[in-house]
């Protein structure tokens, strides 16, 4: 079992930063591909960035987010720079045991989510 905490989320204006954490307990941190999804009201949940030994990113994001991990910690990290409105959702930390996947149902694990607010 793989236990999931997210932090850091908040309301930010648009142009702003924040870097979300997901603190991780369990099982093999490094063993597992770590990814960030986000689900805005009335939308579907979607991929934002995931990382294992390399990233990969939504193009939405690819250029402002950065996701990153720090395995002495277990913890996860997603640094969103150039906010925008249209970012606004709760955003998710979630773990696979796969490689670097961007579909949600092939993900294991789930936090509990934290939300992001993003003014204009």
């Known amino acids: 079992q793989v236990q999931l905490v997210e932090s850091g989320g908040g309301l930010v204006q648009a142009g702003g930063s924040l870097r979300l954490s997901c603190a991780a307990s369990g099982r093999t941190f490094s063993s597992y591909t770590m990814g960030w999804f986000r689900q805005a009201p009335g939308k579907e949940r979607e991929f934002v960035a995931a990382i294992r030994s390399t990233t990969y990113y939504a193009d939405s994001v690819k250029g402002r987010f950065t996701i990153s991990k720090d395995n002495g910690k277990n913890t996860v990290y997603l640094q969103m720079n150039s906010l925008k409105p249209e970012d606004t959702a709760v955003y998710y930390c979630?773990?696979?045991?796969?490689?670097?996947?961007?579909?949600?149902?092939?993900?294991?694990?789930w936090g509990q989510g934290t939300q992001v607010t993003v003014s204009s």
């Open positions: 979630a773990a696979t045991g796969r490689f670097l996947v961007t579909i949600a149902t092939t993900y294991d694990y």
